[in-house]
């Protein structure tokens, strides 16, 4: 699985060209826990965690409520300026709410040789400049050569509840990626385990790589990351925070090329949580 890793990167660059180099999507309340029967959703692309910097584009969101009803999110019901999207979400029903934006991103086609994975190139080779090691171009491909297309899907998501916390929502199953919450995402607290799972076709996934980003507060532009993670033989992601404070906890997995068929997904998954005493 981790051949595929640098040519993708070398690729990725322009995933987010409509928001702008470096730009990161999430979605997040202003309250995680509310007693209120309407709640301020906030949504946008980052540099530093939750700082918006441009709104939120090309996604399309949904919502369940504490019963389990599916509620699509309207384009228009999104207040827009040019730095941040919100949303007010009527949560008049006691319990978890889940809310959650999924876009349809590129897609990438990769060529096997020489036992590598390697980004394949359709423009015209310069043969004046050096082959880069990570890269084949159509023209260089050898016939009959293993070729798999990689299509990216983001998704954003986050929780809110209302006076106390249920299951339903939480527990619903996504068909294909997923990260299954063992411990709930609103009762989260310093120093308590915490665990969730990521699946693919509800399957344990390992090795899979994660990061906890903690909130911006000054000018920094580095140490975003609080925590880097992985998860064990059956997917489980197992950690503690020792600060209280919101956190963006990145999933960025690909379908492995080992895998059977030739389109494969690649999915990059930002949960907003927060953690209490």
Request: zero cysteines; aromatic letters at 12%; charged letters at 20%.
């Amino acid at each position: 699985m981790h051949s595929f890793f640098k040519p993708w990167m070398f690729l990725s660059l322009g995933l987010l060209s409509t928001a702008g180099f470096a730009h990161y999507p999430y979605i997040a309340p202003l309250n995680y826990q509310t007693f209120n029967n309407y709640s301020a959703v906030v949504s946008g692309f980052y540099d530093n965690p939750f700082v918006s910097e441009i709104a939120i584009k090309n996604f399309k969101f949904h919502y369940h409520t504490p019963a389990g009803e599916k509620i699509e999110i309207a384009d228009d019901a999104w207040a827009k300026t040019q730095t941040l999207s919100s949303f007010s979400l009527e949560n008049k029903q006691d319990g978890t709410y889940r809310i959650r934006g999924v876009k349809q991103g590129s897609a990438s086609r990769f060529a096997l040789v020489d036992g590598q994975w390697k980004a394949l190139i359709q423009a015209k080779r310069d043969e004046a400049k050096p082959l880069k090691a990570n890269v084949v171009y159509q023209s260089d491909l050898k016939k009959n050569s293993k070729v798999k297309t990689v299509e990216t899907q983001e998704i954003i998501e986050t929780f809110i509840s209302r006076r106390t916390v249920s299951d339903v929502s939480v527990k619903h199953v996504y068909e294909g990626f997923d990260v299954r919450f063992i411990s709930h995402p609103n009762t989260l607290k310093v120093n308590q385990p915490i665990q969730l799972q990521v699946v693919d076709s509800a399957q344990g996934v390992k090795d899979v790589k994660a990061s906890v980003l903690a909130q911006s507060y000054a000018f920094e532009r580095t140490d975003r990351v609080y925590q880097t993670l992985q998860s064990d033989d059956k997917g489980h992601l197992n950690f503690v925070i020792k600060d209280q404070g919101q956190y963006l906890l990145t999933v960025d997995y690909q379908q492995p090329f080992t895998a059977k068929g030739d389109q494969l997904k690649r999915y990059k998954y930002t949960l907003a949580f927060n953690v209490v005493e």
